[in-house]
């Protein structure tokens, strides 16, 4: 993943960078010399930053679903 790309910071979650669509749609990985290919190291790396971001999203979700019950 490129470092150069710009995040938006998540704000109920300090610390944590949002995954932005640009960095999935851009995202490639190195072959190795040793095996065919990508590069477990760059796969792991990326699908941890996914996951990071659909925890923020179910974040996100679960409080906005208890702010519309709470005005219902």
Do not use: C, W
């Amino acid at each position: 993943m490129s470092g150069d790309s710009i995040k938006a910071r998540h704000g109920s979650v300090p610390g944590v960078d949002r995954l932005t669509v640009a960095e999935v749609m851009k995202a490639s990985f190195a072959t190795t010399r040793l095996a065919t290919g990508h590069s477990i190291e760059q796969v792991d790396q990326f699908l941890d930053g996914v996951a990071e971001e659909i925890a923020v999203l179910t974040v996100e979700r679960d409080e906005a679903r208890r702010e519309r019950d709470a005005l219902r």
